[in-house]
């Protein structure tokens, strides 16, 4: 007889219970392959917006659909077991009220099978972070530099310079957390300020290009694996350059098909055996 195991989920409630104790790994998945092999080594797969510029190719994250975020969600969910899965409420999803926020996010819920939705914004998002979670939808939120308002921000730079910005951000931080998020994602954000509102706030702080003092640590997949040759930003650090590698095999199989040694007769069908 066969049993089989299924390992529980990592909850939202798991994770909030790790504020102050060993770092959360995150990392962007958007497709199925990918989120198969991350997932053992994650405590949350985050299916982000990010995907607007990394699968599809666009300058910002502003053009991304619900749509687009409800496929790779649910890619996500079905090649994953282990970690808690977020999805990002794309640009104008959310912003026009609660009930806007509840209507899409409950869809992305239902549709993808994700355990919490990630939305951009503090103080001006709080009333909406507490409509949804009042009605059952967990809210990972996101503070700092937040790219969904690249426009409004005057492009991607660090937040927190001046002692005023500092002080609006930790007051995003406090007015998130009172909501009832359950997680933060901080980023692009100057370290003794990402530093001192992780000390300040009672939930989990996720850095990105923020500080070590985080309880987690967030990252796009395809910049730890070095797909990306363009552009690096400050805060990432390449764990592996893929980009060659995938050049390279390429480039083989091109050479080979070009001189027809590939196939050979073990990638072919024989006749049928008499
Ligand atoms: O969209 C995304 O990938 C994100 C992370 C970079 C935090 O929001």
């Given at each position: 007889m066969?049993?089989e195991?299924r390992?529980?989920?990592?909850?939202?409630?798991?994770?909030?219970?790790r504020?102050g104790?060993?770092?959360l790994?995150v990392?962007?998945?958007?497709?199925?392959?990918?989120?198969?092999?991350?997932?053992p080594?994650?405590?949350?797969?985050?299916?982000?917006?990010?995907?607007?510029?990394?699968?599809?190719?666009?300058?910002t994250?502003?053009g991304?659909?619900?749509?687009?975020?409800?496929?790779?969600?649910?890619?996500?969910?079905?090649?994953?077991?282990?970690?808690?899965v977020?999805v990002?409420?794309?640009?104008?999803?959310?912003q026009?009220?609660?009930e806007?926020?509840?209507r899409n996010?409950?869809?992305?819920?239902?549709?993808?099978?994700?355990?919490?939705?990630k939305?951009?914004?503090?103080?001006?998002?709080?009333?909406?972070?507490?409509?949804?979670?009042?009605?059952?939808v967990?809210?990972?939120?996101?503070?700092?530099?937040?790219?969904q308002a690249?426009h409004?921000a005057g492009?991607?730079?660090a937040?927190?310079?001046?002692?005023s910005?500092a002080?609006?951000?930790?007051?995003d931080?406090?007015a998130?957390?009172?909501?009832?998020a359950?997680?933060?994602?901080?980023?692009?954000?100057?370290?003794?300020?990402a530093?001192?509102?992780?000390?300040?706030?009672?939930?989990?702080t996720?850095?990105?290009?923020?500080?070590?003092?985080?309880?987690?640590?967030?990252?796009v997949?395809?910049?730890?694996?070095?797909?990306?040759?363009?552009f690096?930003?400050?805060?990432?650090?390449?764990y592996a350059?893929?980009?060659?590698?995938?050049?390279?095999?390429?480039?083989?199989?091109a050479?080979?098909?070009?001189?027809?040694?590939?196939?050979?007769?073990?990638?072919?069908?024989?006749?049928?055996?008499?």
């Amino acid at each position: 007889m066969s049993v089989e195991v299924r390992t529980k989920r990592v909850s939202t409630r798991d994770i909030r219970a790790r504020k102050g104790g060993e770092p959360l790994v995150v990392l962007t998945a958007y497709t199925a392959p990918i989120a198969r092999l991350l997932d053992p080594h994650c405590d949350i797969l985050l299916v982000g917006d990010s995907l607007g510029m990394v699968v599809y190719g666009m300058e910002t994250t502003l053009g991304v659909t619900l749509e687009m975020m409800i496929n790779h969600g649910r890619a996500v969910v079905r090649a994953s077991s282990k970690a808690c899965v977020v999805v990002d409420m794309p640009f104008g999803t959310y912003q026009e009220s609660p009930e806007q926020a509840f209507r899409n996010s409950a869809r992305v819920m239902a549709e993808t099978g994700c355990a919490a939705v990630k939305l951009e914004g503090g103080r001006e998002m709080a009333d909406t972070i507490r409509f949804l979670v009042d009605r059952g939808v967990p809210v990972m939120a996101h503070i700092g530099l937040k790219p969904q308002a690249v426009h409004a921000a005057g492009g991607f730079r660090a937040q927190g310079r001046l002692d005023s910005e500092a002080e609006i951000i930790r007051a995003d931080a406090r007015a998130i957390t009172a909501a009832g998020a359950f997680a933060v994602v901080v980023e692009g954000t100057v370290e003794p300020v990402a530093h001192a509102l992780s000390d300040e706030i009672a939930i989990p702080t996720i850095g990105i290009g923020a500080s070590p003092a985080c309880d987690g640590q967030v990252l796009v997949i395809d910049d730890v694996l070095g797909l990306f040759d363009d552009f690096t930003p400050k805060f990432v650090k390449r764990y592996a350059e893929l980009g060659p590698v995938i050049s390279r095999a390429v480039a083989d199989y091109a050479a080979e098909v070009k001189a027809r040694v590939f196939p050979r007769p073990e990638h072919c069908f024989g006749p049928a055996k008499k």
